[in-house]
């Protein structure tokens, strides 16, 4: 420090006055080696053309963390720009059969059925005896495999209980699916031996936002994330959305990529992921939407 002292007072009077210039310059904002204020580039400011290519490409997807340059609403919520591209796999094989496969679903429509869970093998997979308690047969069994990020049947369904399950595919431009796992109180005058019934074990959807069969909405909140991007029409604008999460207790908002803990339907606590919910402008991309919803906790 001493060494730097020396030599600043050694310095000419023009000297010292062409340092503090260019020092005031730089600090605000002046035309100083490294300083981009008049070089074209981008200064961040949305709305304005600096001849950089965009901040996104409807072609190509950007990655996560996405920030639209815009500052948060007055609400304090805050924008979040991020983009996630998660998706649920839902396939039957047994008794029951459907999947979405590379030249459509098999079968197309809604499958419902009741039974018991005989097995939970793992994260992803059920095994549920669709054998009524009133028929004289042997287990007839469907194995049910729900793949998402983040979901595990392990902690969502309880083994032995008795359950509804229907379970959606249908195609148009591409395969979309849904399931939906509750339990039932009694089963053809069979009792619930673990459960009291009326519990939503999963609900997992991909390629829709809102299904039936469960007790709350699912609904896009816009971002304002991709201002200026062309839609194909619809009646969507494109954007990286959130998505809220709506029943007759509880209300939230869970952005892209997110797990929220505090949502309720009923008396019932869960835990909802979005894992996806964009639209970028394509002509008929109806389908960049996915979620699951499981218990909070596992039921009394």
């Not at 080696?33 to 190509?60: E, K, R």
Request: glycine fraction near 14%; charged fraction near 15%.
């Amino acid at each position: 420090m001493a060494t730097f002292r020396t030599s600043l007072a050694a310095l000419p009077l023009f000297s010292l006055l062409s340092l503090t210039i260019l020092g005031f310059g730089a600090g605000c904002g002046g035309s100083v080696a490294g300083d981009h204020g008049d070089s074209g580039a981008d200064t961040g400011t949305p709305g304005v053309d600096t001849g950089d290519p965009p901040l996104y490409d409807t072609g190509i997807y950007p990655p996560p963390p996405y920030d639209s340059g815009f500052p948060p609403p007055a609400d304090g919520g805050g924008r979040v720009c991020s983009r996630s591209n998660d998706h649920v796999d839902i396939s039957m094989t047994g008794s029951h059969t459907g999947t979405c496969s590379g030249t459509g679903p098999t079968p197309r429509g809604t499958t419902s059925f009741d039974g018991r869970v005989v097995a939970i093998v793992d994260d992803t997979t059920v095994q549920i005896d669709t054998c009524p308690p009133t028929a004289d047969c042997v287990a007839i069994i469907t194995t049910l495999s729900i793949k998402a990020p983040g979901l595990s049947l392990f902690g969502a369904v309880i083994k032995g209980s008795l359950v509804h399950v229907d379970v959606t595919f249908l195609r148009d431009w591409t395969c979309t699916s849904s399931v939906v796992m509750t339990s039932l109180s009694d089963w053809d005058g069979e009792k619930n031996p673990v459960d009291v019934g009326g519990r939503l074990y999963v609900a997992a959807v991909d390629g829709m936002t809102s299904i039936p069969g469960v007790a709350f909405t699912v609904a896009e909140v816009s971002n304002g994330c991709l201002p200026g991007v062309p839609s194909c029409g619809g009646g969507r604008t494109p954007d990286l959305y959130a998505l809220r999460f709506t029943s007759s207790t509880a209300n939230t908002v869970v952005p892209m990529g997110e797990t929220t803990y505090g949502f309720s339907a009923g008396s019932q606590p869960l835990q909802v992921r979005n894992l996806r919910s964009f639209y970028e402008g394509a002509c008929d991309a109806y389908w960049d939407f996915a979620w699951w919803a499981a218990p909070g906790f596992l039921p009394d």
